[in-house]
Structure formats: C-alpha cells, structure tokens
C-alpha cells in the first residue's frame, strides 16, 4: 500500500519567516494530495490539495508544490503568523480505493 | 447539523471493558470514515462505509474493533475487551461522495483512555 511520511516532525519560525514542510509518497498511482491543519484540541480541516495534474498551487500565502517524478510534495507558508501555529498533515490518496493515506504530521510553532 | 458530531468527548474505561463511540456525519454525505490519532502520530485509517456498498475494514487492527452504520447516517465504532494501546483519539469524517479527491469533514474526536 501507500506510505507516506513527513518531515520535519516539528518546526519553529519566527513570525513573519517562511515554513516548508515536505512529504514523500511510494505509490506513483496516487493522484491527489491534500493538506490538513489541526489546531490545538479541534480537528483537522482541509486548508489546500493539489492534484497530479498540475506542478502547484496557490492560495495567499499557502502554496503546495508537487514533484511527481520524484514522488514528493510540500506545503510552503510565507508571512507566518502566530495563527498559523499547528499541526499540519499531508496526506495521499489513489484514484482506486477509498483511503486517505496520511503523514505523521508536523507541528508548526510561529514565535511572535 | 453544522458539522460532524461525535460522542462522547471523552472516555475513560478500565482495560478488559467494552466501549461504543458514536458518529453523527453531516446530513446527506454519504462517506464516512474512522480514524484513529494516538499522540503524537499520524492519522490511521481504520474503517471506511460508502453509502449501501460492503464498508473497507482494511484498516482495523484487530477483531476486537468493529463498526456499524445504518444507512447513511449514524456510525458506532466498538472496540471489545479494551486494551491499554488502544488509548488514543478516534476521528470520523465524513465527505459527500467519498470521491477521491473530495474534502473529509473531520468531527472532534472522542478522546479514549484505558486505564
């Protein structure tokens, strides 16, 4: 099946600095890939995905990069606030199959 | 309702006891999910029900875990003679279709502990 992992598992940056994390998938038949933010004690929420189709995609100051060939992609934030502090989870899914295949996950601390 | 609902909250039970947690997902999706968060790690796929279709159980780590729905509405996961590793957040989403690219809407878990 898939795997999926993710790194760094924590990160700090100063407010106002730029956060990259990456994920790397092994199965090349999966197509879509969704990323999940999940603040202290709530629950995960879709912030952006991107599909296999396209090489990025934007949204303010999220972006998700995807490298099909090298089975990686990654969620980049600039202009971090102290809101964007979280932990934020990749995931992957296949275009047979129901499941969501997800990362371990980060977690991101912006210092004001 | 505004979102998926889970119930209970919280739950803390003695190991050997039997436990039921509930799902309520968002009126009219017809894909529901359970996952299971132990600290610290990532999300693991448990079980998974798409409308009348035979749910995916690939992911239920044992036969002590089982789950129910009825019809496209209310899911029960039941974990029998709890164990202490089965402490952990269990999550249900649910998405309209369960399509696969389609949002999970994630309720906000029941927090188990086995004592």
């Known amino acids: 099946g898939e795997n999926v992992e993710q790194h760094p598992s924590t990160l700090s940056v100063q407010e106002g600095d730029s956060a990259v994390i990456k994920c790397t998938y092994s199965?090349?038949?999966?197509?879509?890939f969704p990323w999940y933010k999940q603040e202290l004690g709530k629950r995960p929420q879709l912030i952006i995905d991107?599909?296999?189709?396209?090489g990025e995609k934007k949204d303010q100051r999220i972006a998700v990069t995807l490298n099909k060939t090298a089975k990686h992609f990654s969620l980049h934030i600039t202009e971090t606030q102290p809101e964007d502090s979280a932990v934020y989870f990749c995931?992957?899914?296949?275009?047979?199959?129901?499941?969501?295949?997800f990362g371990t996950g980060t977690s991101l601390t912006v210092i004001p | 309702g505004a979102g998926v609902s889970q119930s209970p909250s919280n739950k803390v039970t003695e190991k050997g006891k039997d436990v039921e947690l509930r799902c309520d997902p968002i009126?009219?999706?017809?894909?529901l999910y359970w996952y299971r968060q132990r600290l610290g790690q990532g999300l693991e796929f448990l079980i998974y029900f798409q409308g009348n279709s035979a749910p995916d159980k690939s992911g239920l780590p044992s036969d002590r875990f089982s789950a129910e729905r009825t019809g496209e509405s209310v899911s029960t996961l039941t974990i029998q003679r709890t164990q202490q590793e089965d402490s952990a957040v269990y999550l249900c989403?649910?998405?309209?279709?369960?399509?696969?690219?389609?949002?999970?809407?994630f309720g906000s878990g029941t927090q188990l502990s086995v004592l």
């Open positions: 989403a649910s998405s309209w279709t369960g399509g696969v690219s389609e949002k999970l809407f």
């Open positions: 995931a992957a899914s296949r275009p047979t199959g129901n499941q969501f295949y």
């Open positions: 009126s009219g999706h017809t894909a």
């Open positions: 199965d090349s038949a999966s197509n879509y």
């Open positions: 991107i599909r296999s189709n396209v």
